[in-house]
């Protein structure tokens, strides 16, 4: 019987060693993503450890974290059953870093130079409230019931929005928040990010400071076939280079965002499977890879932070906007923006007006409509990273639609032939949300 009873327990040690050998890589990853998230939402937005680990972590495994915050020294802890810490560091001006144990915190860092936008003006060209603005083509009961479509009732955790906002004609007409949430909280934009990043390529374009049609200037690439992939082509997801986006798997993109020191050279090594142009692959690495790109166009690491916020972040008054960064000091072009609604609301105005930030031309107009154009076999969804209507996505909705996205629900729609910028901040990918109704009843409140 005892020899019986050893060679079960030797059995039961043997099938612990095996799970814990097989999903470490995994258990790498979920604390790398629980330390991240905990650390984000309590320092950049001062939300409680309670509500994040009820809200933003409340996703299955990620349940598993437990968590340690020093608030002195701005970093957090997670661990599963005390297995593979995982640290996330908190630094002003550049939000928080996953970091790994050969990461020196004691080392001096740069900060982006920011300004703030200061004149009397009420949003969205200054930071005074709003004026009251009524519309007389506008029902606003039809209205309201749109937008508290978006919410959950009481007790429910179906649709899971924090914020809609509705802006016709530059007036917010429409502006409602969930509970723990208000016109100051910061919100993560996720793959939003990825339209900021692309937005410096029309900037640089129209201050002659760079062609999106010519080959992407990487020295690794020159001598085989990804010579002739252009920066158009990483713009639009098509260079045909091998990537495995899957966010809820060990892949490409998770080993990117929570085991990589330089997230630009992600896609960078990547071979190509396909030739440019030919197969559209959505890709966070690509992003990633652009911020590095971005990067090379400055002579000085500090010219490259200041440049994010003072031609575009800054200049249209998103000072509520933070971009967090890498070990290697890259901003996280693909998905680590962080918000107010509000703010979010400015970048969709921006593009409603073609470049034109009160005045001053920030792209050419073309750019506009160069984001918006489908990119070859996208199938009328994607175009120069931000998603589109034009395959008729949502039926229900204008076919110039189109928007920047993030994968938890996050949306900033831009609707053209209607004056419309309206922004959805959510926790929930998927179909938590009918967007095609959301859409359709806010575009219904319009009178004909």
Same mark, same amino acid.
């Given at each position: 019987m005892k020899k019986s009873f050893k060679i079960l327990g030797l059995a039961t040690v043997l099938c612990l060693v095996y799970l814990v050998y097989t999903n470490y890589p995994k258990l790498d990853i979920l604390c790398g993503f629980s330390a991240k998230s905990m650390a984000s939402g309590h320092f950049i937005d001062n939300r409680s450890q309670e509500m994040i680990e009820k809200s933003d972590n409340d996703i299955p495994l990620i349940t598993l974290a437990k968590y340690a915050i020093n608030e002195n020294k701005k970093y957090t802890i997670a661990s599963v059953y005390g297995l593979n810490e995982r640290k996330a560091i908190y630094r002003v001006g550049l939000g928080v870093t996953l970091i790994n144990d050969d990461f020196d915190v004691s080392k001096p860092y740069q900060v982006p130079k920011r300004t703030k936008l200061v004149n009397n003006l009420p949003f969205p060209y200054g930071n005074n409230e709003p004026k009251d603005t009524v519309f007389a083509n506008v029902d606003y009961s039809k209205l309201k019931n749109?937008?508290?479509?978006?919410?959950? =009732?009481?007790? @429910?955790?179906? !649709?899971?929005?924090?914020?809609?906002?509705?802006? +016709?004609?530059?007036? $917010?007409?429409? @502006?409602?928040?969930? %509970?723990?949430?208000?016109?100051?909280?910061? $919100?993560?934009?996720?793959?939003?990010?990825?339209?900021?990043?692309? %937005? +410096?390529?029309?900037?640089?374009? !129209?201050?002659?400071?760079?062609?999106?049609?010519?080959?992407?200037?990487?020295?690794?690439?020159?001598?085989?076939?990804? =010579?002739?992939?252009? $920066?158009n082509d990483l713009l639009h997801m098509n260079s045909g280079l091998e990537w495995d986006e899957k966010d809820d798997a060990i892949s490409d993109l998770t080993k990117m965002l929570y085991l990589s020191e330089d997230i630009t050279r992600s896609q960078l090594i990547k071979p190509a499977q396909y030739k440019p142009n030919t197969h559209w692959n959505?890709?966070?690495?690509?992003? &990633?890879?652009?911020?590095?790109?971005?990067?090379?166009?400055? =002579?000085?690491?500090? @010219?490259?932070?200041?440049?994010? +916020?003072? #031609?575009?972040?800054?200049?249209?008054?998103?000072?509520?906007?933070?971009?967090?960064?890498?070990?290697?000091?890259?901003?996280?072009?693909?998905? +680590? #923006?962080?918000?107010?609604?509000?703010?979010? #609301?400015?970048?969709?105005?921006?593009?409603?007006?073609?470049?034109?930030? &009160?005045? @001053?031309?920030?792209?050419?107009?073309?750019? #506009?409509?160069?984001?918006?154009?489908?990119t070859n076999t996208s199938n009328g969804e994607y175009g120069a990273h931000f998603w589109l209507n034009a395959g008729g996505k949502y039926p229900d909705v204008p076919r110039d639609l189109y928007s920047a996205n993030g994968f938890q629900g996050q949306k900033v729609f831009i609707i053209p032939s209607l004056d419309l910028v309206i922004v959805r901040m959510g926790l929930k990918k998927g179909e938590g949300l009918d967007l095609n109704a959301f859409l359709k009843g806010i575009i219904g409140s319009f009178k004909k």
């Open positions: 749109a937008v508290a479509f978006a919410f959950d =009732k009481k007790g @429910e955790l179906n !649709k899971r929005t924090r914020s809609v906002l509705v802006i +016709y004609k530059d007036k $917010i007409i429409a @502006e409602k928040y969930d %509970t723990g949430f208000n016109k100051n909280s910061k $919100i993560l934009g996720w793959s939003m990010t990825k339209s900021i990043t692309a %937005t +410096y390529f029309g900037i640089l374009q !129209k201050q002659g400071k760079l062609d999106v049609n010519k080959p992407a200037p990487i020295a690794d690439w020159k001598n085989d076939d990804r =010579k002739n992939i252009t $920066i959505y890709s966070s690495g690509t992003s &990633n890879l652009l911020a590095g790109i971005l990067r090379n166009q400055f =002579k000085t690491h500090q @010219e490259y932070l200041d440049f994010w +916020y003072s #031609a575009l972040i800054d200049k249209i008054g998103m000072n509520s906007m933070l971009v967090e960064t890498d070990m290697a000091g890259n901003f996280v072009g693909s998905s +680590y #923006a962080w918000a107010t609604t509000r703010d979010w #609301a400015k970048f969709g105005l921006l593009y409603l007006h073609n470049g034109n930030w &009160n005045g @001053e031309q920030l792209f050419d107009e073309s750019w #506009a409509k160069y984001v918006a154009t489908p």
